[in-house]
């Protein structure tokens, strides 16, 4: 008896289908490529019970002849490519003629349609790999695509599906993917007759992108956009400040040719390019838009397109990492009022706190959403001997300090006009220095802006001291192998090694800076392996942390004036690590917030 034969033509129908619709966000994901495909510059997604009951997207683009919808919904019917050389040639989102024969054989799929060239309404129902005959009738304008009951035919596909909420917000971050890459298409989405997400057509990327970030309550003031073009490709990107960060990657996203991708070396490039902007463990807000030549890239490589080669993958990863760098800046946090805001996320308005006018502004057709009563703040009797007790402590401080004879402080700097002169007032948690500069009232975190200028001291200044006594080390066979190449790197940083024997080695000098270090230093050697500007960035940073002023020590008037005077004359007030050690809040602010107008 044969054991092999040919599947049913419906069973292969249906495991091919597995292969490209997962959920429902995988039937959304093609009929929206296929909208924009189209020409679109309206499409409407609706879906009920989380997509798996119904999904429907409609568009108002050039739509369908007859002629070819009876073809349409057969496999590899598609009219994106017609030879071998168009794959190396894709100026399409869709391309393999896949989508709508796998989702015919788990739905029952409608497609709608009025034809821009005939002007002829047309509509075919496949329902579970059962075709009809192209009926008459379809919309006024564009296309309407609609899949029903997601795997009902298939109850343990069925079953492996979240539960319908989950679904929709699947959905809903597609729409959003699409929409961010596409800013002169207005997007809707619907979920179960409500409406939860609305974006009209933007002027720019960065107009696109930042109806996703207010949302997140982020300013547009902390958002750059930037552009660089190189041989044979374009970059876009919208990009938040250091002040904008999350705990992990999933804002930093990648789009080749209007695709999203999934790209880990060029998330890597966003990582690099913000280098010590970030702490440790900090990832930026990043939108990354690559046009590249189709030639040069290949999407044909899963059915889902979301994995892509990219022959010029080098080019462009430096490209990013070079815009980033040259583009954010770093600012200075301010202190800034808090004022009411609403958005529409999800299914409800949610009220934010964050700069603004003061009015109340809403966002993405917020328009239900019932305004949110103001707190009522219980009246409390003032303390009318308020005046009186800071009057005493002000008297007590200055006969103190009549008291207390202090050092003659060197003369400050005429060249310095008035308003710009750094006036110390004090320390604040034995952590913070507080000072005024112009219009400005400044906090300064001492051991931070210590460690980033006793850091930039060591670059300049690398004093070599020969241990009378050689420091002996053992290290495994990777950093022996790595010590053995890099000799020279470490002469550099002013660490002299040399070799023992296989495995051990001795420290017969390093910098002078590094004396009572030496258990760091080893350590450092033992663990670092790294080009040489990275590991001369982390040897100093390491010991300036060290020699660095600690949160919790006192210091005195003349030392706290002249750390302020180096921090803000740095180019950036951030530590060797990254974070920034300063912060702003403006006359006009603190007035503000005072309840003081003039």
Request: contains cysteine; aromatic residues 6%; charged residues 30%.
């Amino acid at each position: 008896m044969a054991r092999i034969n040919l599947l049913d033509p419906l069973l292969s129908q249906r495991i091919a289908a597995s292969e490209v619709i997962e959920r429902p966000l995988s039937i959304l994901r093609e009929f929206l490529d296929n909208a924009i495909d189209a020409g679109a510059d309206e499409i409407r997604t609706s879906i009920d019970g989380g997509g798996i009951d119904r999904l429907s997207v409609s568009d108002n683009g050039s739509g369908i002849d007859r002629d070819d919808l009876r073809i349409l919904g057969n496999r590899h019917a598609t009219s994106k490519i017609h030879s071998v050389d168009d794959l190396y040639d894709i100026h399409t989102l869709g391309f393999r003629g896949e989508a709508l024969y796998s989702i015919g054989a788990v739905t029952k799929l409608t497609v709608s349609t009025r034809s821009a060239a005939t002007g002829e309404p047309s509509t075919l129902v496949i329902d579970n790999g059962m075709r009809s005959e192209v009926m008459d009738g379809g919309p006024e304008k564009g296309t309407t695509v609609t899949a029903e009951d997601l795997f009902m035919d298939i109850p343990a596909r069925r079953s492996f599906l979240k539960r319908p909420s989950t679904e929709a917000s699947m959905c809903r971050a597609m729409v959003v993917s699409k929409a961010l890459a596409f800013p002169s298409i207005r997007f809707t989405f619907s979920s179960d007759g409500a409406l939860r997400l609305d974006w009209p057509k933007a002027g720019s990327l960065k107009e696109r992108v930042m109806m996703l970030y207010r949302g997140e309550g982020i300013a547009d003031a902390d958002v750059v956009e930037l552009h660089g073009d190189g041989d044979g490709f374009s970059i876009d990107i919208v990009a938040g400040n250091q002040a904008v960060r999350r705990s992990d990657r999933k804002e930093i996203r990648i789009y080749v040719n209007g695709r999203a991708v999934e790209e880990y070396s060029l998330q890597q490039a966003v990582s690099y390019g913000y280098g010590e902007l970030l702490p440790g463990g900090a990832f930026p807000y990043a939108v990354v838009f690559i046009n590249d030549d189709p030639e040069l890239i290949d999407f044909n490589i899963h059915p889902t397109k979301k994995e892509v080669k990219i022959r010029n993958k080098a080019e462009i990863h430096h490209a990013i990492v070079t815009l980033i760098q040259d583009g954010v800046k770093r600012r200075i946090p301010e202190i800034k009022p808090m004022q009411q805001e609403f958005y529409l996320s999800g299914t409800e308005g949610v009220r934010r706190t964050e700069g603004g006018t003061g009015t109340a502004s809403y966002h993405q057709s917020c328009r239900s959403v019932p305004p949110i009563a103001e707190p009522q703040i219980p009246y409390a009797e003032k303390d009318r001997a308020w005046l009186e007790k800071a009057k005493a402590l002000m008297e007590k401080r200055e006969k103190s300090r009549r008291e207390s004879p202090a050092p003659e402080r060197p003369k400050e700097k005429e060249e310095n006009p008035p308003e710009e002169r750094i006036r110390y007032i004090g320390q604040a948690f034995h952590l913070f220095l507080i000072a005024e500069k112009g219009h400005d009232l400044y906090l300064v975190d001492q051991h931070a802006a210590h460690e980033r200028i006793l850091y930039d001291e060591l670059l300049s200044k690398r004093s070599v001291q020969p241990l009378l006594v050689p420091i002996r080390i053992e290290v495994d066979q990777l950093t022996d192998s790595f010590l053995a190449e890099h000799l020279s790197v470490y002469e550099k940083l002013g660490i002299t090694i040399r070799r023992k024997e296989d495995g051990v080695w001795e420290i017969t000098a390093m910098p002078a800076s590094c004396r009572s270090l030496e258990t760091e230093i080893v350590d450092f050697i033992q663990s670092a392996r790294a080009d040489e500007k990275e590991l001369e960035s982390k040897l100093f940073a390491i010991i300036a942390c060290k020699a660095a002023i600690k949160a919790g020590d006192d210091i005195d008037r003349w030392s706290a004036e002249e750390l302020l005077q180096k921090a803000f004359s740095l180019s950036e007030p951030a530590c060797p690590h990254g974070r920034t050690f300063m912060i702003r809040l403006s006359e006009k602010e603190l007035r503000l917030m005072a309840g003081r107008t003039g």
